[in-house]
């Protein structure tokens, strides 16, 4: 099946820091999205993307769909202590359902 | 709103027992899943149901069966836990014809197996 996979693992980082992460597949996708999970809850989106190569804003964060439609990445600037918890990226390929495959996600650490 | 409500939150069973997991979303949506998290694992599909009366095999069906009965309704069960399917669950619900793509998702369940 569909797989994907997301880096970093972990990041630690000083608050007012930039984060990067990405996601790289091995089949194409239509839609990626990219969701934060905090402790104890499920996962919420934060971007959704539909067109290769669209860069889209979400008041700190940024995300792209690669241009080969097989990869993604996640930008937040300036980061602060409530970007804490674990980011997964999704994918959604043309077939019925919608089904997504999920990134194994990347756990921030913000420290203040 | 209460969105996608899953219970219960909290479950320890031994090896051999039988439960069920029930989620509720109250947005009409059509598609509803069962996830399951692992740590470092992320998110993988187990069931989904594209509509009231059908469900469909995920990922890792292995041991689980759902039902949807009412659209607004998914169960999962488990018929005879083992201590592999201790894990937190996911259920999660999505639009049909007009959608973001977005996967609307209850707080979670957290099995444990003994």
């Known amino acids: 099946g569909q797989q994907l996979n997301q880096s970093p693992q972990s990041m630690f980082i000083q608050e007012g820091e930039d984060v990067s992460m990405n996601c790289t597949s091995s089949?194409?996708?239509?839609?990626w999205l990219w969701y934060k999970q905090d402790p104890g809850e499920g996962p919420v989106l934060l971007i959704a993307?539909?067109?290769?190569?669209e860069l889209t804003s979400n008041g700190r964060l940024t995300a792209q769909f690669g241009i080969t439609r097989k990869d993604s990445f996640l930008n937040i600037s300036a980061s602060i202590p409530s970007d804490v918890g674990i980011y997964f990226c999704?994918?959604?390929?043309?077939?019925?359902?919608?089904?997504?495959?999920f990134g194994d996600g990347t756990t921030l650490t913000v420290k203040p | 709103n209460a969105g996608v409500t899953q219970t219960p939150k909290f479950r320890v069973l031994k090896t051999g027992q039988s439960m069920t997991l029930l989620c509720a979303q109250d947005?009409?949506?059509?598609?509803m899943y069962w996830y399951r998290q692992d740590p470092g694992m992320g998110l993988r599909l187990i069931h989904y149901?594209?509509?009231?009366?059908?469900?469909a095999k995920g990922e890792v069906p292995d041991g689980y069966n759902v039902s949807r009965l009412k659209k607004q309704n998914f169960l999962l069960g488990l018929e005879s836990a083992a201590p592999s399917q201790t894990s937190v669950y996911f259920c999660?619900?999505?639009?049909?014809?007009?959608?973001?793509?977005?996967?609307?998702f209850g707080e979670g369940s957290r099995l444990t197996v003994l």
């Open positions: 999660a619900s999505r639009a049909g014809k007009i959608n973001t793509g977005e996967l609307f």
């Open positions: 089949s194409i996708f239509n839609t």
């Open positions: 993307l539909y067109k290769a190569g």
């Open positions: 999704a994918g959604q390929g043309n077939t019925n359902a919608g089904k997504s495959t």
């Open positions: 947005m009409n949506h059509e598609y």
């Open positions: 149901s594209v509509g009231e009366g059908t469900t």
